[in-house]
């Protein structure tokens, strides 16, 4: 029997204004998995009143209150793990071990914000008047408007959230369509058993078809300060837009058309087995996946054999079978996209070295290709799935100009033995994000996250977060009295 969820307004669990529903669907099975609320326009209006009227309450209580509250919710969500294993296993097909990783990095993103609660925050100035204090400090914003992305739902759940939260505002968040549990009402659910007060964190729930609305109201609310988005370079371009017509600053982190370089010097066997997880961990659906390897030529022939071998290894289909790596995309819709990148690559030349073919529902294989051309899709588009194409290069110039060769700049890997020469490599390459003899996966929750280019603007992530979601105010204490011209 499907799960019902209700809107979370104002720490009470509540049906959208007009009674409607939409369905949230299981991508392996195609069956209904929960029923949730399909919030309309007087919804988003019902969540920012709350956020609203709570936020000064919430921007008064003491720093230690607030990190109580943060630490609790840590423990409390890694004591659920197998619930979210299950639950993500349900909502997105997520295999175990990815379940497992979101609890734990989430759990870790809330023990940061409770830490970035009490660090010290601000400056003392150099004033230019005699006897007076000047000072720079952090405040608030107000209430913050999150969009929670359903592909590492739990991770991006929590960090739509904590850090806004740890700065003082108040925050309503529109889950994804996809796992809107997993990364809106989960989070919701653990932060208020861990005595977070009523109003200070609110989630809608939305039907697809209502996405544009409910995004559109709730960016335009006059009370709403900040935005923070994660999800595709091109839906983010439009909540950019919403934005900045409404002068609000946003965090938009955005998609990623990522490189891993395996240079000259680089361990085969290890490029071999850092690739794999880069390319194919959550089906690719990462916006950190290796969607385009590039390996020196005098490695080639051995790494492409071993990789190929590897992939080809990498079990698909069920995420609650123990030994699959792949597990089923969002739907069986972006299954048959990535299909299409990969046919309409083929037809314009590229090579299948494993997998491709048509996607069975929700799976696809893993897929490797090689020799796609520029005018093929693949090429320039976020594959988003177990997909990835292999190309050499001879020289480091090479390596650098493929690697560029994309408007978007998230992050990167480069795989080598030499970290003198992984560095010198590096610093040429326009991402926000780069690991030297490391793939292009990895997140941790004191780090400054976020791409460049088309991957979008801003960082979530330790005192960068934090400042992200707090103004700068300057303020003034004169110890003796000024003397004016009149």
Not at 207 to 235: K, M, P, Y
Not at 387 to 407: G, Q
Not at 470 to 480: D, G, K, L, M, Y
Request: charged share 20%; proline share 5%.
């Amino acid at each position: 029997m499907a799960i019902t969820r209700d809107l979370f307004i104002a720490g009470r669990d509540v049906p959208a204004a007009s009674g409607r529903t939409t369905d949230d669907i299981n991508p392996f099975t195609g069956e209904v998995y929960a029923t949730v609320a399909a919030a309309g326009h007087d919804d988003v209006v019902r969540a920012v009143d709350a956020a609203h009227a709570a936020f000064e309450e919430w921007a008064s209580t003491t720093p230690f209150a607030r990190r109580a509250i943060f630490l609790k919710a840590a423990d409390l969500l890694e004591g659920r793990s197998d619930q979210v294993a299950d639950l993500m296993a349900q909502e997105a097909g997520g295999t175990r071990p990815w379940a497992y990783f979101n609890v734990a990095l989430a759990a870790n993103i809330l023990r940061e914000a409770a830490a970035a609660v009490t660090a010290p925050r601000g400056e003392v100035l150099n004033a230019q008047e005699p006897g007076a204090l000047g000072l720079a400090v952090r405040e608030p914003l107000g209430v913050v408007a999150a969009f929670a992305p359903w592909n590492a739902p739990v991770i991006l759940g929590v960090r739509a959230v904590a850090a806004p939260l740890a700065a003082g505002n108040t925050v309503v968040v529109k889950a994804s369509e996809d796992a809107p549990i997993a990364c809106g009402l989960l989070v919701a659910d653990v932060l208020r058993e861990a005595g977070l007060p009523d109003g200070m964190l609110n989630v809608i729930t939305n039907a697809r078809e209502d996405a544009a609305e409910v995004a559109q109201t709730l960016i335009a609310d006059e009370r709403v300060r900040a935005v923070n988005f994660t999800g595709s370079t091109g839906v983010g371009r439009i909540i950019g837009e919403l934005a900045a017509r409404h002068l609000k600053p946003a965090v938009l982190e955005l998609g990623g058309k990522n490189a891993v370089l395996v240079l000259d010097d680089a361990d085969v066997d290890y490029a071999v087995d850092a690739v794999t997880f880069s390319v194919f961990m959550n089906a690719g659906q990462i916006c950190m996946s290796g969607d385009r390897i590039l390996v020196h030529e005098s490695l080639a022939e051995e790494f492409i054999q071993k990789f190929t071998a590897k992939a080809a290894s990498l079990q698909a289909g069920d995420p609650g079978h123990p030994h699959t790596v792949v597990g089923p995309l969002v739907s069986a819709q972006a299954a048959r996209r990535v299909a299409g990148l990969v046919a309409d690559a083929v037809a314009k030349g590229a090579k299948v070295l494993v997998g491709g073919g048509e996607a069975e529902g929700a799976v696809h294989p893993a897929t490797v290709l090689t020799g796609v051309p520029k005018e093929a899709d693949l090429y320039h588009a976020e594959a988003f799935g177990p997909v990835c194409v292999v190309e050499t290069f001879t020289d480091d110039d090479t390596a650098v100009a493929l690697a560029n060769d994309t408007a978007h700049g998230l992050t990167c890997g480069i795989i080598t033995e030499n970290a003198t020469h992984g560095l010198a490599v590096a610093r040429r390459i326009h991402t926000g994000i780069v690991h030297i003899n490391d793939q292009s996966v990895a997140d941790e929750p004191q780090a400054p996250f976020g791409g460049a280019k088309a991957s979008g603007y801003g960082r979530f992530g330790g005192r960068w977060g934090i400042e992200a979601f707090s103004n700068t105010r300057w303020v003034t204490i004169a110890t003796q009295q000024a003397h004016f011209p009149f």
